[in-house]
């Protein structure tokens, strides 16, 4: 007889157990899966190219977000990044900046990346919730930007709490948080990722590739956290000659988080 539920996180822990292990995409255990994902850097998928996100180099480039702001170089997070594009970028605006990625396969990916362009960014394989406070300061944190590209939506509807509370603890006070996720179909757009209600991917025991979001959940879901907007728009459609990766089924959004 089990009788293990007394925190928060023997709730969330038992929620993660209603999913199909095949389903995981976001605890320490999915990153076999992710290895796997990671292994043919050939294959052709579209963020795999060595481009920061447009929307990224746009917040820089009209001063939305700046590394300095008259206190030396400020501190970035690149939350579940990948081989390592845009902890990439952001080293090279003069960001000090920390990447972190479930996956070693990933992670080795963005090593090699950041060497052959003589970057300096500090990447770590590791579970972003499950880090301690220890391991926060340990990493340099809190920080002033933290950016995620394509992280969020993978997690299932219970983790946002797990989401928010890692930004609380890891955003620094004035610092921003930036954010690109799949983008629910509307006005003739398309869209990308699972629709269905969140009841239903429990009742499925899977996330059907992701979680699409609308414009108004996404507000919904940031605004009571101490984050005030400052954009949320699609990302641009860039072509293939662009310096830049963007593809219109993803909502980009920018917050700030008060002094």
Wanted: proline share 5%; charged share 30%.
């Amino acid at each position: 007889m089990d009788r293990n539920i007394r925190t928060v996180d023997d709730v969330l822990t038992l929620l993660d157990g209603l999913f199909a292990r095949e389903a995981d995409r976001w605890t320490a255990d999915a990153a076999e899966w992710w290895d796997g994902f990671y292994a043919d850097r050939d294959k052709p998928v579209p963020f795999f190219v060595a481009k920061p996100d447009e929307n990224l180099v746009s917040y820089a480039e009209r001063g939305l977000i700046t590394p300095g702001r008259g206190r030396g170089r400020g501190r970035a997070l690149d939350l579940g990044c990948g081989p390592g594009r845009n902890a990439l970028h952001l080293a090279s605006l003069g960001w000090e900046v920390d990447a972190i990625d479930l996956s070693p396969a990933a992670i080795a990916w963005a090593e090699d990346r950041a060497r052959e362009a003589g970057a300096k960014v500090r990447f770590r394989c590791a579970d972003a919730f499950a880090l301690t406070d220890g391991d926060l300061a340990e990493l340099g944190g809190p920080y002033d930007l933290i950016y995620d590209s394509g992280c969020f939506h993978h997690l299932p509807p219970h983790r946002r709490i797990s989401y928010l509370a890692f930004l609380d603890r890891a955003l620094a006070p004035g610092g921003h948080f930036a954010l690109t996720c799949f983008a629910a179909g509307e006005a003739g757009e398309a869209g990308m990722g699972s629709e269905v209600p969140d009841a239903d991917f429990y009742r499925e025991s899977r996330l059907h590739g992701g979680l699409a979001y609308t414009a108004e959940s996404l507000r919904w879901i940031f605004s009571d956290d101490g984050l005030t907007e400052i954009e949320l728009r699609r990302m641009r459609d860039e072509p293939a000659e662009s310096s830049a990766f963007g593809e219109p089924f993803l909502w980009t959004a920018l917050f700030r988080r008060k002094a």
